[in-house]
């Protein structure tokens, strides 16, 4: 497998984001940079390793419970490709550590991911207008799990965005494998993104907001891509408190250092209407349970239960309110 967009830029012909062909791939180039990351050549050399599969039957969507799921892994829902045991899978696979985003199942080697992001998408799905057919922007999409399970919702094209190399090549791995033309994950943050005015018909921004210095411009960005009617889907941080009131941490918050602020769901919400979505509604509030959230075998560094004061988890490690995290929809 090559990290290569080729195939991408053919689906963008004829398109609203035809202009794309032309704007991408420079800022593709300057997103895989080898100075952005030590490893990238050994990613590289690694997802060129991957055992190229023909058949695959990639299962992206809900499927039933069986008894076997609830007593493992609880795996009601999936991102799994079906096919025969590969030798050296596994090893290949763990190459690519540390799994953040999944779970994933690849011809039977189960990536258990320090977060349950299906559990997110089961918090999401419920409550949005139904993906069949849609155009998709998701923005900080990590590896890509949310995105495959959008295209297992009938999107008609996925483009993600994250800046961080690594979660690139993860994606790539899984592309070799599920062999789906409809998912992208391009290597650039959200201010690298060109503009395409009204050319999404859904915008998701999961677990990005507080990582933005500035929240609002971030939201008026997302909402440049909207298409008039088009839904936000926004997942993040948020605190117990009034309307106006906001975090700020003074320093790290649970040991992250790129946390800047976290409002609370009321104080989210008037973001969102200031900046000029309609409908602003909030479907799920849930405290991030260190079930959601723990070290692996896949992702083998410090998780949610490190960040947490040990004699009072509803704290972080400094002090602040522990993750809790918000659904808001709202339309352009
Ligand atoms: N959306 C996924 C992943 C959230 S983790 C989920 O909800 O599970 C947050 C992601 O935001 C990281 O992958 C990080 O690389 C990405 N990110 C950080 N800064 C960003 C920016 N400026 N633009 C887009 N994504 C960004």
Known sequence: MKIDYSE???????TELEPWIEQLPERIAHGLRYERHGLLPQWEEMLAKLPIVEATSPSLSEREERDEDVASTNLKTE????????????????AFHPWRKGPYDIHGVHIDTEWRSDWKWDRVRPHIQPLDGRTILDVGC???????????????LVVGVDPSPMFVCQFFVMKNFIRDPRAWVLPLGIEDVPEAPGAFDT???????????????????????????????METLVVDGEDGYSLTPDGRYAKMRNVWCIPSVQTLETWIRNCGLDNVRTVDVTTTSTDEQRSTDWMTFESLSDFLDSADPSRTIEGYPAPKRAVVVANA
Do not use: D, T
């Open 8 to 14: 991408f830029f053919h689906q963008l012909e004829g």
């Open 79 to 94: 991102v799994r490709v079906i096919g025969e045991g590969i030798q050296g899978l596994e090893e290949l696979l763990k």
């Open 142 to 156: 990590g590896n890509g799990y949310h995105c495959w399970r959008m295209v297992g919702e009938g999107a008609k």
């Open 203 to 233: 915008v998701f921004s999961m677990g990005v907001l507080y990582h933005r210095k500035s929240p609002l411009e971030h939201i008026e960005r997302l909402k440049s891509f909207l298409r008039p009617g088009g839904e936000l889907v």
